[in-house]
């Protein structure tokens, strides 16, 4: 069995069979949510030390409530399509400046997906394809995606004039009910930009998993500080964001 650990800096670190017990141990502790004591003594007396580089306290917050959760100091996108294997995901919008993306990819293919990804040629970085996916700048076969997972255009991290405006990228990639499939599943990792990359009524559709994926955010955190650390020799995990 792969043992995860001491330290989880990438997705790199995991193989499918790490990615697979990370993900079966969510689902446990996503049952620990619906209680009204919201806690396990899994990690009692451990400390968690959480150092980000970058701004991020969605991230930060759900680290810190999945360690509190597990009683240390300080849902997953598989639960609705069973294995991966065979499944087709598109990744659409600011690809360049994500830091999820690159991540996804690894994880996705890891688990058997086909992934392509979708943007303006200047939003999609160079050599994308050598991770193991494929590279459009055309929505044209987004039909053929089983899940669209749409990326935040993060404006905060533009230098440069990357697409003419907001109006003409949201015309030709702003992902709406019109350009969706009956029973394409829809994510996007947050906080959104209503009305850019999304429509309101993509956001609120019944398509749209992004509430969920909010929630099972927490559960696989839970999932990765537990693997990391029971059994592990060190009482304190610095986690790198």
Same mark, same amino acid.
Request: hydrophobic letters at 30%; glycine letters at 0%; aromatic letters at 10%.
């Given at each position: 069995m792969t043992r995860i650990g001491p330290h989880l800096l990438s997705i790199d670190d995991l193989d499918r069979a790490a990615i697979e017990r990370i993900l079966d141990r969510a689902e446990s502790f996503d049952e620990v949510s619906g209680r009204e004591i919201k806690k396990v003594p899994a990690l009692r007396g451990r400390t968690i030390v959480n150092l980000f580089? %970058? +701004? #991020? $306290?969605? $991230? #930060? +917050? #759900?680290? %810190? &409530? @999945? @360690?509190?959760? &597990?009683? @240390?100091?300080v849902v997953s996108i598989r639960r609705r399509l069973g294995s991966l294997d065979g499944v087709h995901i598109w990744i659409v919008g600011d690809v360049l400046h994500s830091r999820v993306a690159r991540s996804n990819i690894l994880a996705f293919t890891r688990m058997g997906a086909s992934v392509t990804v979708c943007g303006p040629p200047t939003l999609l970085p160079r050599h994308i394809e050598a991770l193991g996916c494929q590279a459009t700048a055309s929505l044209e076969r987004l039909p053929e995606a089983d899940v669209v997972y749409v990326l935040r255009m993060q404006q905060e991290r533009m230098r440069d004039s990357f697409v003419p405006s907001l109006r003409e990228y949201a015309s030709r990639y702003q992902i709406t009910p019109a350009r969706l499939e009956p029973g394409q599943l829809l994510m996007h990792p947050g906080p959104v930009n209503r009305g850019v990359e999304l429509s309101g009524e993509a956001i609120d559709s019944p398509q749209a998993l992004i509430g969920a994926q909010v929630r099972a955010g927490v559960a696989v955190r839970m999932a990765v500080l537990y693997e990391l650390l029971v059994g592990a020799p060190t009482s304190t995990l610095a986690a790198v964001a």
């Open positions: 580089y %970058e +701004s #991020s $306290t969605r $991230t #930060s +917050s #759900s680290f %810190e &409530l @999945a @360690a509190k959760r &597990l009683s @240390a100091d």
